[in-house]
T-cell receptor, first 111, second 116 residues
Framework: QKEVEQNSGPLSVPEGAIASLNCTYS??????FFWYRQYSGKSPELIMS????GDKEDGRFTAQLNKASQYVSLLIRDSQPSDSATYLC???????????FGGGTRLMVKP | GAGVSQSPRYKVAKRGQDVALRCDPI?????LFWYQQALGQGPEFLTY????????KSGLPSDRFFAERPEGSVSTLKIQRTQQEDSAVYLC??????????????FGEGSWLTVV
């Protein structure tokens, strides 16, 4: 079992809909959680970080963390075709330590 | 520059050739990471430096892979006797490693290695 699991997709949503991306992790000592967006042929770009249970909102993006269930999610409201990309979930245990990534979920937003 | 800089961006190597990939992290960043990303996969950890000390090299796939950061800034990932399975994007990343946002990791554009 991989340490960070994501559904590879593709997840297809119509423009304007809410896209929901999910991630589970196995290491209970994980303290920091990140969502990266990666366009084809480009490097991962940080879009959200979350450190405590609950929701964190930033514009159209909301990250949700539930440490008891070892689950983190990303909601994208009013999805746009430009949101079409692979979304990578990443976790780490301590500042300065390496991130462990999931395999990514490919999101397709159709006009 | 303001971001993580990697070179070369693209490298085609013949099987058996040695390659060296360079990473220049964000100025002042203590931690430096190398990741390998195969097509359609998430990045896989290779190795981690804190300043010049290589604290974790558990992800290096074989003894053909070697990384160094002798002065605690620029790092080089060297792959000896390249094999076709080494074809991947090699991503370098850095972080401050201290403070509230210290564990935010920023990636370079990657070095795309193709072994033929």
């Amino acid at each position: 079992q991989k340490e960070v699991e994501q559904n590879s997709g593709p997840l297809s949503v119509p423009e304007g809909a809410i896209a929901s991306l999910n991630c589970t992790y196995s290491d209970r000592v994980s303290q920091s959680f990140f969502w990266y967006r990666q366009y084809s042929g480009k490097s991962p770009e940080l879009i959200m970080s979350i450190y405590s249970n609950g929701d964190k909102e930033d514009g159209r993006f909301t990250a949700q963390l539930n440490k008891a269930s070892q689950y983190v999610s990303l909601l994208i409201r009013d999805s746009q075709p430009s949101d079409s990309a692979t979304y990578l979930c990443a976790v780490n245990a301590n500042a300065g330590n390496m991130l462990t990534f999931g395999g990514g979920t490919r999101l397709m937003v159709k006009p | 520059g303001a971001g993580v800089s990697q070179s070369p961006r693209y490298k085609v190597a013949k099987r058996g050739q040695d390659v060296a990939l360079r990473c220049d992290p964000i100025s002042g960043h203590v931690s430096l990471f190398w990741y390998q990303q195969a097509l359609g996969q998430g990045p896989e950890f290779l190795t981690y430096f804190q300043n010049e000390a290589q604290l974790d090299k558990s992800g290096l796939p074989s003894d053909r892979f070697f990384a160094e950061r002798p002065e605690g800034s620029v790092s080089t990932l060297k792959i000896q006797r390249t094999q076709q399975e080494d074809s991947a994007v090699y991503l370098c990343a850095s972080s401050l490693a201290r403070g509230e946002s210290g564990n935010t990791i920023y990636f370079g554009e990657g070095s795309w290695l193709t072994v033929v």
